[in-house]
């Protein structure tokens, strides 16, 4: 069956701009996970849903970042006046009911 | 002191040899340890994971947990160089809750 999509699998944009990551889960995953991983290192938590119902935002850098899932199935992340910092990948993951996490192939930012 | 900490390598392994991979986690409240591997360029995917203390074999992988001493390992059988990649280490605490991540571990299995 297909597995986790996002888009767009690379996104550039200017300092300041606003950004929209999108997230497609696998069909029937109840979790639907947001991290970032910088380059050489794991990945770090940012978000959960579970269903419509965001879970927990601690992993969220600052409030220029949020993220929706408002018909339990595909997420939006945006983040706000894009820096340069944010660059980074950044990936979604989804899980049936919480247990093992599959990945998407994730949408790479560059903030120029 | 990192959560969850791995030894970056690069663990070189001749093929055919045990490749020994260790991950260390400071929470004693942790519940699920999974192992991801990751090739240059692509997204995570799932190894295998383990909830229980002692070994899990699946394959030519198997995962020991011993959280006494909180540490997890991932034991690779009859390397092959198609299992050159980085081993990433993740734990959660409870079901539902996010994984927390080691640096990963690089591991070259050379012909």
């Known amino acids: 069956g297909a597995g986790v999509s996002q888009s767009p699998r690379y996104k550039v944009t200017k300092r300041g701009q606003d950004v929209a990551l999108r997230c497609d889960p696998i069909s029937g995953h109840v979790s639907l996970y947001w991290y970032r991983q910088a380059l050489g290192q794991g990945p770090e938590f940012l978000t959960y849903?579970?269903?419509?119902?965001?879970?927990?935002k601690s992993g969220l850098p600052n409030d220029r970042f949020s993220a929706e899932r408002p018909e339990g199935s595909i997420s939006t992340l945006t983040i706000q006046r894009t820096e340069q910092r944010d660059s980074a990948m950044y990936r979604c993951?989804?899980?049936?009911?919480?247990?093992?996490?599959?990945f998407g192939p994730g949408t790479r930012l560059t903030v120029l | 002191q990192k959560e969850v900490e791995q030894n970056s390598g690069p663990l070189s392994v001749p093929e055919g040899a045990i490749a020994s991979l260790n991950c260390t986690y400071s929470d004693r409240g942790s519940q699920s340890f999974f192992w991801y591997r990751q090739y240059s360029g692509k997204s995570p995917e799932l190894i295998m994971f383990i909830y229980s203390n002692g070994d899990k074999e699946d394959g030519r992988f198997t995962a020991q947990l011993n959280k006494a001493s909180q540490y997890v390992s991932l034991l690779i059988r009859d390397s092959q160089p198609s299992d050159s990649a980085t081993y990433l280490c993740?734990?959660?605490?409870?079901?539902?809750?996010?994984?927390?991540f080691g640096g990963g571990t690089r591991v070259l299995v050379k012909p």
């Open positions: 849903f579970n269903y419509e119902a965001q879970q927990d």
């Open positions: 993740a734990v959660r605490k409870a079901a539902g809750n996010k994984l927390t």
């Open positions: 993951a989804s899980s049936l009911l919480g247990d093992e996490q599959f």
